[in-house]
Antibody
Framework: EVQLVESGGGLVQPGGSLRLSCSAS????????MYWVRQAPGKGLEYVSA????????FYADSVKGRFTISRDNSKNTLYLQMSSLRADDTAVYYC??????????????WGQGTMVIVSS | QSALTQPASVSGSPGQSITISCTGT?????????VSWYQQHPGKAPKLIIY???NRPSGISNRFSGSKAGNTASLTISGLQAEDEADYYC??????????FGGGTKLTVL
């Protein structure tokens, strides 16, 4: 069964940094683009970032551009999200997500359980 | 990258059909057939129920169907069941090579 397991969330002060990880299993990780999506408490879903299968191309929502960096290590089947200059409105559950197909696939199919990030002093 | 527009809430009785709309612009829904829909129960991760406007992933009931006309996409749930009570979100690819979600719709089964 395809599985995504996020880790690295926690409490961080405003202006601080945090790195999230997502360990993938039971599919050929290196062949799929991957996404990060977040959900603030009691709020809706928000697209955060995407990365191509080889890691060479990345995309970001305007709300995180210049502060967050998505990356991947295909040798370790792991996706990362480096977050810096964190703000209170970055508080959310962060999900790692796999699309349904390798190519031209702009949907969020397999979701991890999520990892909570709380930005507060 | 403005959010897509969904009604805050819809309701229906068991056995009925309901439709949830999702309105975007020519920069997203209007120009791409990459609309998807998600069901989210409280405390759970979202679940993909429709992708590429009208396709269902394996294991999703055919009571769920999707369509698109112009800048508006729609999700229809037929034969409403108690377990369909959840939050529903739409999403679309955009001309900025990103994706955008709708604000979400709470479905209440009366």
């Amino acid at each position: 069964e395809v599985q995504l397991v996020e880790s690295g969330g926690g409490l961080v002060q405003p202006g601080g940094s945090l790195r999230l990880s997502c360990s993938a299993s039971e599919f050929t990780f290196s062949r799929y683009p991957m996404y990060w999506v977040r959900q603030a408490p009691g709020k809706g879903l928000e697209y955060v970032s995407a990365i191509s299968d080889d890691g060479g191309t990345t995309f970001y929502a305007d709300s995180v551009k210049g502060r967050f960096t998505i990356s991947r290590d295909n040798s370790k089947n792991t996706l990362y999200l480096q977050m810096s200059s964190l703000r209170a409105d970055d508080t959310a559950v962060y999900y790692c997500v796999k699309p349904p197909f390798r190519l031209l696939s702009y949907a969020f199919h397999i979701w991890g359980q999520g990892t909570m990030v709380i930005v507060s002093s | 990258q403005s959010a897509l527009t969904q009604p805050a809430s819809v309701s229906g009785s068991p056995g009925q059909s309901i439709t949830i709309s999702c309105t975007g612009t020519i920069s997203d829904i209007g120009d791409y057939n990459y609309v998807s829909w998600y069901q989210q129960h409280p405390g759970k991760a979202p679940k993909l129920i429709i992708y590429d406007v009208s396709n269902r992933p394996s294991g999703i009931s055919n009571r769920f169907s999707g369509s698109k006309a112009g800048n508006t996409a729609s999700l229809t749930i037929s034969g409403l069941q108690a377990e369909d009570e959840a939050d529903y979100y739409c999403s679309s690819y955009t001309k900025y090579s990103t994706l955008v979600f709708g604000g979400g719709t709470k479905l209440t089964v009366l």
